[in-house]
């Protein structure tokens, strides 16, 4: 079975503009996380998806949004860069029978300059 | 509160010796911990979980991790490092209430360096 796969797995963007990051889960999964990861503040949780319908969400600024399609692929968005969003995004599934479990995907490596 | 300690952010091991990473957590209930690792420019993989029962679980790659209730710790151990196992090891809880509920609350990571 693949396992999640995130695109692009680079990308450069300049400070005030926009930017959409797309994560596939593993199959069969319906359950979509995002999380982002800094050198100085670490793995963070941004949101989780489920259904198409935003499930929870972490403490970031409503720039940081997201949606999820009814094949389970999920996208974040990113308005208004600013230079301390160059992060890693990570997105994480898990199925429903061992629901506790999170698989990673490689991320996406945000560069803002 | 619920939160994720990892007091080492580095450690440097020879190759063939034991290896321990401390984690300690902050948690009202019984917890669901997670080790994880991170090898450069990769996502993470699960290395090991704890949710109830046994105290010593076992997990990939020959590393176990012990739950200590009375410490509030999940070391992760491993009896004889290889040089591949070289990467950052992070230690999770997962979220019970508030925004990150059902959700991974991590450490900050050790990194792992191996020496031949």
């Known amino acids: 079975k693949a396992g999640v796969t995130q695109t692009p797995r680079y990308l450069i963007k300049t400070r005030g503009q926009q930017v959409t990051l797309s994560c596939s889960p593993i199959?069969?999964?319906?359950?979509v996380s995002w999380y982002q990861q800094t050198p100085g503040q670490g793995l963070q949780f941004l949101f989780e998806?489920?259904?198409?319908?935003?499930?929870n969400k972490g403490n970031f600024p409503g720039r940081f949004s997201g949606r999820q399609f009814s094949n389970s692929r999920s996208e974040m968005n990113v308005s208004t860069l600013e230079l301390g969003d160059s992060a890693l995004y990570l997105c994480?599934?898990?199925?429903?029978?061992?629901?506790?479990?999170?698989?990673f995907g490689p991320g996406t490596r945000l560069t803002v300059t | 509160a619920q939160s994720v300690t990892q007091p080492d952010i580095h450690i440097t091991v020879s190759e063939g010796a034991s290896l321990e990473l401390r984690c300690n957590y902050s948690?009202?209930?019984?917890?669901?911990l997670f080790w994880y690792v991170q090898s450069p420019g990769q996502g993470l993989q699960l290395l090991l979980k704890?949710?109830?029962?046994?105290?010593l679980v076992q997990g990939i790659k020959g590393f176990e991790a012990e739950f200590k209730r009375s410490q509030s710790s999940f070391n992760l151990r491993k009896p004889s490092v290889h040089w591949s196992d070289a990467a950052e090891y992070f230690c999770?809880?997962?979220?019970?209430?508030?925004?990150?509920?059902?959700?991974?609350?991590f450490g900050k990571g050790t990194k792992l360096s191996v020496k031949p």
């Open positions: 999770a809880l997962r979220g019970g209430y508030g925004g990150s509920q059902g959700n991974l609350i």
């Open positions: 994480a599934s898990r199925s429903p029978d061992r629901a506790y479990e999170q698989y």
């Open positions: 948690y009202g209930a019984t917890p669901y």
């Open positions: 704890y949710f109830s029962g046994d105290t």
């Open positions: 998806y489920f259904s198409e319908t935003q499930r």
């Open positions: 199959s069969g999964h319906r359950s």
